[in-house]
């Protein structure tokens, strides 16, 4: 069973920045994307970025230019970078890894204060 590992969250103040990575346990084959999705108090999950395996990206508008999804094929890695933090960026982020399965992590907390 593939497990996907998220650290880097934390509490940071508006303005600041973190790298979240998430690292699988195993190689996973054929991947078609990885992402990081994030979910606020009282909200819905929803997708933050996008890599796929052809090359592309997409963000969500509201994080474009301040986030940037990268991966590490490698180790099995992929990191979400954040800058210029705002308080509305506070949630639950998850990544994910869709390949004939899709896979989730936990889950790791990121807050910031205004």
């Known amino acids: 069973q593939v497990q996907l590992v998220e650290s880097g969250g934390g509490l940071v103040q508006a303005g600041g920045s973190l790298r979240l990575s998430c690292t699988a346990s195993?190689?996973?084959?054929?991947?078609?994307?990885m992402a990081w999705y994030r979910q606020a108090p009282g909200k819905q999950r929803e997708l933050v970025a996008v890599?796929?395996?052809?090359?592309?990206?997409k963000y969500a508008d509201s994080v474009k230019g301040r986030f940037t999804i990268s991966r590490d094929n490698a180790k099995n890695t992929v990191y979400l970078q954040m800058y210029s933090l705002k308080p509305e960026d506070t949630a639950v982020y998850y990544c994910?890894?869709?390949?004939?399965?899709?896979?989730w992590g936990q889950g790791t907390q990121v807050t910031v204060s205004s």
């Open positions: 890599s796929t395996s052809g090359g592309s990206t």
């Open positions: 994910n890894v869709a390949a004939f399965e899709d896979y």
């Open positions: 195993r190689i996973i084959f054929s991947i078609r994307a």
